[in-house]
């Protein structure tokens, strides 16, 4: 069964198909981030008019690449939601209009049951249950996933998310944009020698603004004397550790055997190391995404697509005109 898949909610056009839901043929991704690097972030509405003028071409190379013709595609899945609503409009746009001529059903998906699933293309007898510690740009949830396309959420952030967290103390300290790869590579030069605060809550919500309030009076108070590797080998095991430590309560507490980490900021080192060693540790088994499925494409928006499609979650687009994109779709909405 091949699938052809579309994610543009934020800085990456991409386009993939997949066959069966796990095994990627192409995965074109065409990345923004040169050009909002300039910026310190993401511009909405230049966002908005590359995806524009780069989605044809994605496509056009995902089937050249896949060696496979449009008519031998069976669904579309696209990314609805959540994200940037002119940049998720350009995503759904096409994908309906590419459902509507070759007439196959559009598969609307979300982006962190995405993100979730790049690990069923990087763990191929991966299987729910399980717990996400999912933590991207926009989100830090720990999410129980029952099954393919059951969803609960235990615990979020009730402010930054990681993501974010990273850029902004990147921003702080005078690295570059995207902030999470900068700091990790300069905490290669430091040692966490500052003390930062951790939070914690009777449930499992995280807090990432205090910890990052603390970095900026730091680094305002100390200058030119700040030891800038040393506060990021500080920010990034600290907020690692402050991950790892809620994931594995939620294990405990709910009996859990399995935990996948998703979303781009699980393309970092210590993090994964972290995970990994905790997890073996209490006897758990740990999955983590290959790198390149870490951060946003179409290769793990195709595979959550197949399960939703297999589950019968799916338009026939003759049916159903109107599916539009929802900046703010909660996860199992
Ligand atoms: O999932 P993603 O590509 O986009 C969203 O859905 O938000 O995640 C992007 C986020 C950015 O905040 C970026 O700084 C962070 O992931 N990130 C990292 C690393 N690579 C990307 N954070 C920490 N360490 C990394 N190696
Ligand atoms: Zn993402």
């Given at each position: 069964m091949l699938g052809l898949s579309i994610e543009s909610s934020c800085d990456e056009t991409s386009v993939a198909i997949l066959k069966d839901g796990r095994e990627v043929l192409s995965n074109v991704v065409s990345t923004q981030i040169d050009i909002h690097k300039e910026f310190g972030g993401v511009v909405p509405e230049i966002a908005s008019r590359k995806h524009l003028t780069n989605i044809s071409y994605v496509v056009d190379e995902a089937l050249k690449e896949a060696k496979?013709?449009?008519?031998?595609?069976e669904y579309i899945g696209v990314t609805?939601?959540?994200?940037l609503v002119g940049a998720l409009l350009v995503g759904v746009s096409y994908a309906k209009s590419l459902a509507y001529a070759l007439n196959i059903p559009i598969v609307p998906t979300h982006h962190i049951e995405g993100h979730i699933a790049a690990n069923y293309i990087s763990n191929k007898e991966l299987k729910p249950p399980f717990l996400a510690l999912v933590v991207s740009g926009g989100h830090s949830h720990l999410i129980y996933?029952?099954?393919?396309t059951d969803f609960e959420i235990l615990g979020k952030t009730r402010d930054d998310a990681v993501g974010e967290a990273f850029d902004k103390v990147a921003r702080t300290l005078g690295l570059g944009y995207p902030g999470g790869p900068e700091v990790s590579n300069c905490a290669l030069?430091?040692?966490?020698?500052y003390n930062l605060p951790k939070t914690k809550f009777e449930n499992y919500d995280f807090s990432f603004s205090g910890i990052k309030t603390a970095v900026i009076n730091i680094a305002h108070k100390e200058g030119?004397?700040?030891k800038v590797a040393d506060m990021c080998a500080s920010f990034e095991t600290t907020v690692c550790e402050e991950l790892t430590q809620n994931a594995m309560r939620v294990m405990k507490d709910y009996n859990l055997k399995k935990v996948v980490l998703a979303g781009g900021?699980?393309?970092n080192r210590v993090l994964r190391n972290m995970i990994c060693k905790e997890a073996k540790k209490s006897g758990y088994e740990a999955f983590i995404p290959d790198l390149k499925y870490?951060?946003?494409?179409?290769a793990m928006i195709g595979s959550a697509a197949y399960y939703n499609y297999i589950s019968?979650?799916?338009?026939?687009i003759k049916d159903k005109l109107d599916l539009n994109a929802k900046a703010n779709l909660k996860v199992g909405e």
């Open positions: 496979v013709d449009l008519k031998d595609i609805y939601g959540p994200g996933v029952k099954d393919y030069k430091g040692k966490p020698t030119e004397n700040l900021v699980s393309a870490c951060t946003d494409n179409a019968g979650k799916y338009y026939d």
